[in-house]
Structures are given as C-alpha cells and as structure tokens.
C-alpha cells in the first residue's frame, strides 16, 4: 500500500493514514496496535545499522534519544559502541528531567546495556540528570509517524520532541548545527506537499530507512524556547521549565 499524494492534511489526518497503511500492509510491528504512538515497523533493526554507518553517529559521544520501540535497536547500538545516551523522563515530570545511560556505568554495575536501552530498563538503571549535568549532545534521534524528505516530521501530537531539542538548547546543550535524524519504515515517508511545519517543529537532518539514507538539507536557526507558545498550563507542569521562566521573568530560581 502507498499514499497517493492528496495535497496538503491536518497532522492528525496523516498520522491516521500512516498507521493504518502500516496496519494494512502487515508493517507494524509490536506493539499493537500502531496507532496514537510511534510506531515501530519491520526493518527498524536494518534501519538502525544504516544509521550507524553515518558520519555524524559515528562521530557523536552523546545522544539524546526517544525511548519508543522503533528506536530500540539504534539505542542498542549506541550503547555497544561506548556511546552516552540520554532519554528523556516521560513529560520532563521531574526535577532532572533527563536519564542518562552510561555504558562504562553500566557494565561496571554488571548491568545489560541491551536491557538497559529498553524503555523499563532506562527507568531502572538510567541516572537522573539536569541539563546543566548534561554533555554538549551531538546527536538527536527521534521518532516520527511521518516525514518528508525536506526534513519536516509529524510525531504522535504531544510535542515533547520539540520541547526536549528546546530545553535542551536553552541549556546550551543542542544547537542548529546539532544533528537531529529519524529511523522510519519507507511507507512514513511522505511528499513534501503534505505537511505544513509548525514554527516550532524541529527540522530533521536525516531520514533513514532499512534502505537508504536522506540528507534533507533543512535549516534550524532558531531553536530555542517560544515560551510565548507554550502554554501555561505545560509550562508549569515541568519543573525545569517552570524555575527557567520564573528566573527569565525576574521572579528567582
């Protein structure tokens, strides 16, 4: 099954047709059903190994990772090759609202990295952390319904990807020259006429797929936090960011 281009669609339009298609033509893979997440697909593994290959993973000490399914191979391999990774905690909740995995931790600790790349196993035996804890984080992956070879990405609609690249460059931590990339199946890759970026949406560099790599050629130049599109009520529900408006706003740490 394809998407035949229809023009321009509302995002929670395309996430449904994404996921259906993946559905449909027997891609999807554990967990069921693929929908409201980002799905994971056959060929994530394969996909991951092509990431690998690229310059700017191999180059990268850090990365800064989406926990979901699809990515758990690329997390894998991070970790195998001395890598630093980093997840953040399930919506910034916490007062160090990043887990960092360190592979040299934990093999010292006789802990799995395999296991500790999991979703549960990050919870486990990952080590809170502040952004001002945090390395400069050279690479970015994350998880995408769809994306366009332009680099625009449409996630599962929370916008937590965005925010984290946001924080994360308030901190100094990510930069617009930092790569950001995405592991999908060829089916989530979708023409360019079908989405309209927000302003805050994070451009992808990267688009890899179990047979091919896309370099989009997209800009970011401005990457920080919009805090006049972030709403209140998401704003005081993150510790870190709550404490960073009210400094911003003259009101103390």
Do not use: C
Not at 64 to 71: C, E, H, R, T
Not at 172 to 188: E, F, I, S, W
Not at 196 to 225: C, F, K, M
Request: charged share 30%.
């Amino acid at each position: 099954m394809t998407l035949v281009p229809t023009g321009r669609m509302e995002k929670q339009a395309l996430r449904e047709r994404v996921w259906t298609a993946l559905e449909r033509a027997g891609e999807a893979r554990f967990p069921f059903p693929p929908h409201d997440r980002i799905p994971n697909f056959a060929g994530s593994r394969e996909a991951a190994d092509r990431l690998a290959d690229h310059p700017a993973w191999t180059r990268a000490d850090a990365v800064k990772a989406n926990p979901d399914a699809p990515q758990l191979p690329a997390r894998r391999r991070a970790l195998r090759e001395g890598k630093t990774v980093y997840v953040a905690v399930p919506r910034l909740r916490d007062e160090q609202p990043f887990l960092e995995l360190d592979p040299d931790r934990l093999t010292a600790a006789g802990v799995d990295t395999d296991d500790a790349a999991t979703i549960g196993g990050s919870s486990d035996h990952g080590v809170p952390v502040h952004p001002d804890e945090m390395p400069p984080v050279e690479f970015v992956l994350s998880g995408s319904v769809a994306v366009t070879e332009s680099g625009a990405r449409v996630g599962k609609g929370e916008g937590f990807a965005d925010l984290e690249f946001a924080l994360l460059a308030a901190f100094d931590r990510v930069d617009g020259d930092t790569t950001v990339a995405t592991t999908v199946h060829p089916m989530q890759v979708v023409p360019d006429s079908f989405v309209a970026p927000d302003p805050h949406d994070v451009a992808l560099d990267l688009v890899v797929t179990s047979d091919r790599v896309v370099g989009t050629g997209a800009r970011r130049d401005d990457v920080g936090i919009d805090w006049s599109q972030l709403p209140a009520e998401k704003r005081e529900a993150i510790p870190v960011l709550a404490r960073r408006y009210a400094a911003r706003n003259g009101d103390g740490e």
